[in-house]
């Protein structure tokens, strides 16, 4: 199975996710989508894989969201994903690309309905919360 994850590795959620991604046994390509920006069209193709709305990919907490006053309805969808490009910072994260389909990987555990192999064991995340491996 090829696995791809969106990471910012200063994202716990993310850590996490990638994290139980091998603990599956799988090891995935790994973007760190800050230094290495999705390009326009990965990021149109992405949202489509993932049946979401570019407003649904925003990321509101620490980042120029507000400045930006991406709160206005006035933006339209090709409007959002140029604020994205523009500001990858912009788009939630993980995002997570298997040969069974791609997701916004929050909470982190919900990669595990994508992987071939979702029994993960015991699997202790960063906060202390166990989430169990599907069997």
């Not at 990638?18 to 603990?23: D, F, Q, S």
């Not at 230094?35 to 949202?47: A, C, G, I, Q």
């Amino acid at each position: 199975m090829t696995v791809t994850i969106y990471h910012n590795p200063a994202c716990g959620t993310s850590r996490n996710t990638l994290a139980m991604i091998r603990a599956s046994g799988e090891e995935p390509e790994v973007i760190l989508y800050l230094k290495t920006p999705p390009s326009r069209e990965t990021l149109v193709k992405l949202l489509g894989r993932m049946k979401m709305k570019p407003r649904d990919l925003l990321r509101r907490r620490g980042t120029p969201y507000d400045e930006l006053g991406l709160d206005d309805p006035k933006w339209s969808d090709d409007e959002l994903i140029d604020f994205m490009i523009a500001h990858p910072i912009l788009i939630e994260r993980p995002i997570v690309v298997t040969d069974k389909g791609a997701m916004l990987a929050r909470p982190s555990e919900k990669v595990l309905e994508i992987l071939d192999n979702p029994e993960i064991g015991s699997f202790t995340k960063e906060d202390g919360e166990v989430v169990k491996g599907k069997k």
